[in-house]
Every structure is written in structure tokens, then in C-alpha cells.
């Protein structure tokens, strides 16, 4: 062993003398005989040449695979062209990491080639080779390191730099992977995994950049507070890196190693360990929504970038925080909010309340009377949807805010009650009036916001201000219908059939002067309370028609009461539509009614019923045994027909979307008066 070990020493110096010799650089023996050629030696035994490993050789075809052969062929030397003559420490001076690379690589081989049992050489100065190769490999591996740490310079030679450290390393990679298949003993630096190195380099600059971001001083001015001046630095310099990754660095890595997504993950991770610090410290509702925007919305629509997200996924990368950790923060956020606007929203309705006990009355604004009550409620409960979708990213988070309105419109029809309980108030009427343009208000913010209420909220809600709407314009209908209680007693009478234009007329008379008295309404209150009053003055007429208190003997008596109901219900339509009422559809009614009067022919009454029971899907049998009993030469088996008729074709009557009529008082169905409590109120 020893013998062996002597001989590959002698053998590796007479081979490095060889090669000084053949390079005019001198010789460590100044009487070797060893010529040009190097064919021979002084002795006249024939040079064997030194040979690499087979795993080591190199394709000569290939830009980076190189021969090397004990001794270079000078010519081609001198033919190189002059980048190519640069020494190992003018490349690494130049930045030139890609040819230094290759020069390392072939000295390596050389000095790891496999030695001919004949060649005896100088363990000494291999070893100091050996020596001087580590000290090289080190300068080169630390230039490739600046030049990473360079990536994000402003100098223009870094992007250069660095494409030449990637070809450098790659070089290293391709070396480490021929010697992991070489057998036998390896180079102490070998494998010098130069990627896995380099990826760390990139993390600690990564790291480095994240901890030391800074907003600029007009900038950081505008934040409340230094935790969101870190993290807005922090998400504006990874903003910033990320889009010169995409834009210029990216050109410096070959396509496989996908460095756009390596920096994404980096950042990603560099921001979330930052976050998770701060975490961890107690947060003010500031700050605490501050953070919770930047998880939620800021750092997202950073990552939907279109030029970053050609080049990184972001459902790679996931969230900044995790659910275990955003949960408590969106909880103590939406707590906060749903304190602060249920406060806000009960003073607004303390302060209405308080108003209307001291006798206060609402303020005229064109006209009409104003209560800032919804809109001022609608405010505060949009700012606080609008301020948590911001901070959250997601609509889901904000039905706790809106199922506050639910608890607030049962507080407020309890305050309406109470308006209508001490009616004897100067002020009540007027109250009602301002408050019922509040309730349309709720009521269009409900229709027009479903997508954020909860199925079965939005129909309380909406059930609570229909509810509040009906008893508010009840409560000014009430005094109309008590003040026309003696023109509404005549209707249906002999008296009305002898004297009809005198009572009609003192009944028309009566409904157009309070028609002109509805003032203090907004107009869509005022055409709601006229549709409301047209509807309930058609239904009370049609009621007393249908008491039974005349008896039409003959076909004249019938005709002359159908063309009185015919004009009489084309009169209160005019009336109604002319000051407002949008109720089309109660034209209709009176006529059809006053049609059945006027047929004489069983079928043909048989079919006008059947077609009212189509129109009117809630008319009950007892309301047309009503109006057959004023034709009262009909005779008992005829009305059971037509009643029979009524009842096999109302199995077969849609009722979906037709309007309701006579069944919009319980009293109706026996054709009974409309309840003295609906006249009962004053105003």
C-alpha cells in the first residue's frame, strides 16, 4: 500500500512538470529530458497519458462538456478568443461565475483523474493543489452567493452577475450528480449541492428584505398606529420585490426551476411569520381590523396581480394566517361592531321617542313630514356591512350585523303602538305620517339587500314593516271611514235605489273632500294611503250591497240597480286614480257584480259567477249566496245550481298571484259590517 501510495505521488508531480514544460512555464526538474511531444521520458520509456474516470469524460459535442487531457493542445490555446484567456480569479473579479465554474471543474478532473501505475509523482504538491482548488471553489461559491444577494439591485450588471451564478451553480449541480456516480473516493466537497445553498441564500435575503421594509414618511404619516405602518411596509415591499421577480429576474433562471413560484412561497412565508408575531400580542379594534384586512382582502388582490399570476399561484401559496388564528380576530371584530351599532341604532329611536313625548312635531321638508330615523339607522348598519366585508372578504360575515335590524323594527313597531295608544297626542298623527316614509325606506333597503339577510330574517323584517305600514295607514283611514259612516249607511237600501243620485252623491262628496285633506305624506305614502282608502271604500260599498236590505223583484228593479252599481264604481275609480291610487285592477269589480244583477238566464249567471270566482279566487258562498239573494225571483234550486256551479269550479282556481278582495275583512265572508274598531281612531 505504501508502495502504491509512493508511486501515485511521483506519478502525479512528473505529470504536473510535464504540463508546466509543455506550457513554457519552466520545470520543477531543471535536467528533465522531457520534450515538447511529451512522447518520451530520459529513461526512453513510453509517457502513458493521465485518463479520467468514464464517468467523468465529457462529449466533446457538447458547449459543456470539455475534454481534458493530460496535455492541452497549445494551438487551440492561442486561438481562443481573449474572454477565454481570463485567469480563474479575472473571471471571478469580472463576475464572469459561469466560465471561473468551468475552470474549477476542469482542475478538478485533473486532479482526480485516474493515475497509470507507472507515473510516479509528489504527494506534496498534489495535496497543495488540492488545497489551493478548496480555497477557489470557496471565492467562487461566495461570489455566487453576492451575486444572489444582488438580485434586487438597481445596478445594472446584477442581473448579469446573477444569470451567470445560475449557470454556475447548474455547472455545480451537473458535477455533483457525475460524481455521485463515480465509484471509489470522492472530493471532500463533493456533493457541494449549490441549488439547496443558493435557496437558502434566498431566504435569508427574502427575510432580511421583509424585516427591514420601510413605508416612506409621507406614507407612514397617514397610519394610526406602528403596527400598521410594519405591516403595510412589509405588503408594499413584497408587492414590490414580487413584480421585479416576474419582470427581470425571472429571465435569469432557466424555466424549471420556477423561481417566480419559489419567490411567491418565500414571501408568503417571510409575511405570515411577521403576522403571526404581531398575533400573538393583545390587538386594539384598529389595529385588530387593520391586520384582518390585509389577511383577508389587501394580500389577496396583491397575489390576483395579472402580472404576477402568470407566473405564481396563488392556491399554492393559501392564507397569511390560518382559520385558527383569524377566527378569534374576526370574532373580536364583529363583536365590537354589533356593540357599537346596536348602541348607535337604540339612541337613534330613544331620541324619536323622547321627541314625540314632548309633544314635538316632525319637521316639514317639502311639504312633508320628515323623521331622519331610517336613514340614519340604514347608515349606520351599511358602514358597519361595508367595514366588515372590507376587513373580512366575505359577504357571509356580515349577517350579524343585519339580523340587528330584525330586534330594531320590533323595538319600533312597540314605539308606534305606543303613538297610536295616545292618539288624544296634538302630535301623533303627524308622527305617523313622517314615520310611515321610514318604514317604505326600511322596507326598500330589505327588497333591495336580500342577498345579505338570512332567508327567514328578510321575511320577519319585511313581515314587520308591512304589519307597521297597514296600522299606520289604518290609523289615517280610521277618522275618513267614521266621518262617512251615515253616506255609507243608505248603500244597498231602498232608499239608495229610489234617491240614488242624493245619496252617492253626498257619499262622493264626502270622499273627495278628505281625498284633498291627505297632506304631510311623501308622494309614494300618499299614493299608497289613496290605494289603501280606494280599496277599503270599494270593499265597504260591495258589504252594504251584499246586507240583503232590498229586494229586486223583477228585471227592471235588477237593471236599475246594476246600472247604479255599474256608475257608481266608475265614478269612485276616477275619484281614486285621478288623486293618486295606483288599484287598476278594483275597476273591475263593481261592474262584474253589477253584470250578475242585470243576466236573467241561469247559465248565464252560472258563468258570470264562475268567471268573477276566476278573477277573484277568495269570493266565498256565502257572499254569493248574498248577491243572489237580491234577485229574488231566483228560485231556490237555481241558486243552488249556480252555488254548485261556484264550488266544483273553485277545486280547479289558481290563487297565486291574483289579488285579494273579499276576503279583506273577517266580517266580509258573512257579509257582515266592517269592525267598529277599524273606525275607532282619531286623529
Known sequence: MKLFRGLRDEAVMRTLRTRNTVLGTGSTEPNSSVEHSGKTTSDGRKFKPLTLPRILRRNSKSNT?????????????IAAPLEELLTFEQNLERNCLSAAGQQLIEREERLYGQISEEVVQSTTEWEKEEEQFTRDHKALLSQIDLAVKSSFSPDEGSLEALKSAVKAILQEEEQDRRWLKQVGKQPAWRPSECRRHHNTVLQSLVEERMDNAELPPEENNKLRSSLQRDVCGKGRRLQEDLLRVVKDVKGCYPEDMDICNFYGKMYHQAFSAGMRNIEEYGLGMDDCSYLLYWVNVAYPEILQNPELTKEINPEMLGKLLTEELTTPLENQCLTHKETEVQTLINKVLMVEEQAWMEGSVPELRDDCYFSPLAIDVIQFINAAVKSIETVLGAMSKVQIIVCLLKDFLNSYKKFQEKVLKGSNNGNSRTVIMANLACVEQFRDYI???????????????????????NIGYTFLTSPIHKDLKSQYRDLGTPVWLEKKKQVFEKLFEGINKHTQDLKGLTDSCHQELLSQ??????????????????????????????????????????LFTEA??????LSDILPKIAEVLKLQDISSIQLEIVTLSQAYPDLSEFQVSALLSLKSNLSASAVRRVKKTLLDNQDTTSSQDVPSFFSKHPSFHSCGGLHESQFHHSA
Open 447 to 469: 327588497v333591495n339587500k336580500a342577498d345579505i339577510f338570512p332567508v327567514d330574517v328578510k321575511e320577519c323584517c319585511l313581515s314587520i314593516v308591512a304589519e307597521m305600514k
Open 65 to 77: 462538456n470539455i475534454t481534458a487531457p493530460d496535455v492541452p493542445n497549445t494551438s487551440s490555446v
Open 580 to 585: 293618486g291610487s295606483r288599484e287598476e285592477w
Open 533 to 574: 282608502l280606494h280599496l277599503e271604500v270599494t270593499v265597504e260599498y260591495v258589504r252594504r250591497l251584499l246586507k240583503r236590505k232590498i229586494k229586486l223583484r223583477d228585471k227592471e228593479m235588477q237593471e236599475q240597480a246594476a246600472r247604479s252599481v255599474c256608475e257608481d264604481g266608475q265614478r269612485l275609480h276616477k
